[in-house]
């Protein structure tokens, strides 16, 4: 059963305003998302973008669920609602049941350092820490004993392929070595979830390709709860158990990737996957 379930969401980003302006401004707006008007007329109206509107999702556990969709759509919004950082207008986002919205900070805190955990296409790696102390230091923050993060750390870099540059410092890393380190440290965390919002996209097209076969490899072991955000259909494709394809904030078709390719629901979807060059079966 899902752990993780976003219920009905719609959410707005309002021009920056203050107190009843603002309230005024994202009450109309939501009522024109009601009425079934575009974004764009909601945008002309009102200065509010609508940047996801009625999304319903169960996350499937232990698998890779792959969000895509052009630029614009609504995937990042999306994923980061995913740990909070991001909250809806209106609806829910529940984690067994409970929504996360009404979590004080501190029980935020604690829920995403033990449930969820987060790789970002920039790496957000300490310039200043080596690499050992970066893979360690979500664990540390989470206040695991310091000698059982280094070892995780230490069993992650293996795993990841980078051992031997523990003692380097990210600026003398290339890209795709940063990604991985990035991914050894969320892995090292050891998380139930782990969203990646486009990680992959900065490198080149060699390097992104070995990455994603690493993913696949740990992930066999591993069956993570994975949630990623990606606007190659390709890379969707080949990672997705699960893929959810977005237009204008709303979820265009939700499946297995052989049934986007083999059913796609309209010619939006249809030209989406049209573009892969990877084989799907099934
Ligand atoms: N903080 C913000 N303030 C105002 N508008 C925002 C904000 N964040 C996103 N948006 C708008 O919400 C919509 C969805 O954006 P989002 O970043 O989720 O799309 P995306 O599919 O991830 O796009 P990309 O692939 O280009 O990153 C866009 O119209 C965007 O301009």
């Given at each position: ?61 232990g698998q890779i ?90 069993h992650w870099?293996d795993r990841v ?22 991914l050894a440290?969320?892995l090292?965390?050891d998380?139930e979830?782990l ?18 076969d690493q993913l696949l490899e740990l992930q066999a072991s591993l069956n993570k709860t994975i ?14 158990q ?41």
């Amino acid at each position: 059963m899902s752990r993780i379930v976003l219920n009905d969401i719609t959410t707005l980003f309002a021009p920056r305003g203050k107190g009843a302006r603002s309230k005024r401004v994202a009450d109309r707006a939501l009522a024109m998302a009601d009425a079934g008007e575009t974004r764009e007329a909601i945008f002309t109206a009102t200065g509010a973008t609508l940047a996801l509107r009625n999304v319903s999702l169960a996350i499937a556990p232990g698998q890779i669920t792959a969000i895509m969709g052009l630029s614009g759509s609504g995937k990042s919004t999306l994923i980061r609602h995913l740990n909070r950082l991001i909250s809806p207008s209106r609806g829910q986002v529940l984690w067994d049941g409970a929504d996360i919205l009404s979590f004080s900070e501190k029980q935020l805190q604690d829920w995403r350092r033990h449930h969820v955990s987060m790789v970002f296409q920039g790496f957000g790696l300490l310039p200043h820490r080596n690499v050992l102390d970066n893979v360690a230091f979500g664990c540390r923050l989470r206040g695991d004993k310091p000698a059982d993060c280094l070892s995780a750390a230490r069993h992650w870099l293996d795993r990841v392929g980078l051992a031997s540059h523990a003692q380097s410092y990210p600026d003398e890393l290339s890209g795709g070595m940063r990604q991985r380190v990035g991914l050894a440290r969320a892995l090292a965390v050891d998380t139930e979830v782990l969203l990646m919002d486009e990680a992959f996209s900065a490198l080149d097209p060699l390097i992104r390709h070995e990455l994603q076969d690493q993913l696949l490899e740990l992930q066999a072991s591993l069956n993570k709860t994975i949630v990623l955000v990606t606007h190659d259909v390709d890379e969707a494709l080949r990672l997705g158990q699960e893929i959810v394809l977005l237009r204008d904030g709303e979820i265009v078709q939700h499946g297995a990737p052989a049934e986007l390719v083999q059913h796609p629901v309209d010619d939006y979807t249809r030209r989406f996957v049209q573009q892969r060059q990877v084989v799907v079966t099934g």
